[in-house]
């Protein structure tokens, strides 16, 4: 089976740094995705990690640790939009790549 | 960049009546589409895989005579939820994969999802 576990919620400040973490216990790994989503719109790409490592994409970092199946989402300079839902889902080896999320974590940016 | 089309956004409907769902790809063909099933503050669930001119493939304890669902076309995908109950009431979200192959970092690009309300 699969299991993708993140914290359910999270508060930060407008301008912080907040990281929010990711830990996954899947039958395969094919790659870790981050995904944002807002109240009631579609999940949007944010990251992708293969490999051991950082990923950085402007205000946004991700980094892997397959070893450990963890990993986690960095948010620089945080904004009032960056109020959102982040979902964190990682895709398995089967045939048609399925990707298997995690309840996502509700982020709330106060001022 | 790559966009999926989803339709109706909201939908409302009596039960026992049957909602059908449309996901579209536009400006790219999708031989495959994902369908996924969303509570409110849950996880998104993969109901099914949708392969272009052939039948779906069902995640396990997903009822495929409940959920129909149709890949005719490159571009579009439907899925119908037949005999509806207030239990099916739920956000329903499609999804294509953009790029060539299987790996790498070829991202699925969501619909703006359905929300299924059955009185």
């Known amino acids: 089976g699969q299991n993708i576990d993140q914290p359910t919620e999270m508060t930060a400040t407008e301008g912080a740094i907040v990281q929010i973490n990711c830990t996954y216990q899947?039958?395969?790994?094919?790659?870790l995705f981050w995904y944002q989503q807002h109240a009631g719109e579609a999940p949007t790409f944010l990251s992708y990690n293969v490999l051991d490592g950082l990923e950085e994409k402007g205000r946004f970092s991700s980094f892997l640790s397959r070893s450990k199946g963890y990993s986690y989402l960095l948010l620089k300079e945080l904004q009032m939009k960056d109020s959102a839902s982040y979902l964190c889902?990682?895709?398995?080896?089967?045939?048609?790549?399925?990707?298997?999320f995690g309840t996502g974590t509700r982020l709330t940016v106060i001022p | 960049g790559a966009v999926v089309s989803q339709h109706p956004s909201r939908v409302i409907c009596k039960s026992g009546t049957s909602v059908k769902i449309e996901c579209r790809s536009l400006d790219f063909q999708a031989t495959t589409m994902f369908w996924y099933r969303q509570f409110p503050k849950k996880s998104l669930m993969l109901m099914a895989t949708s392969n272009e001119g052939s039948k779906a493939t069902y995640e396990q304890g997903v009822e495929k005579d409940k959920f129909l669902i149709n890949h005719a076309s490159l571009t579009l995908s439907t899925l119908t939820v037949t005999s509806a109950h207030p239990e099916d009431s739920s956000f329903y979200i499609c999804?294509?994969?953009f790029g060539p192959g299987w790996g790498g970092a070829n991202v699925l690009t969501f619909g703006a999802g359905s929300r299924l309300t059955v009185l």
């Open positions: 899947t039958s395969g790994f094919n790659g």
């Open positions: 889902a990682v895709r398995d080896q089967g045939g048609a790549n399925n990707l298997f």
């Open positions: 999804s294509a994969r």
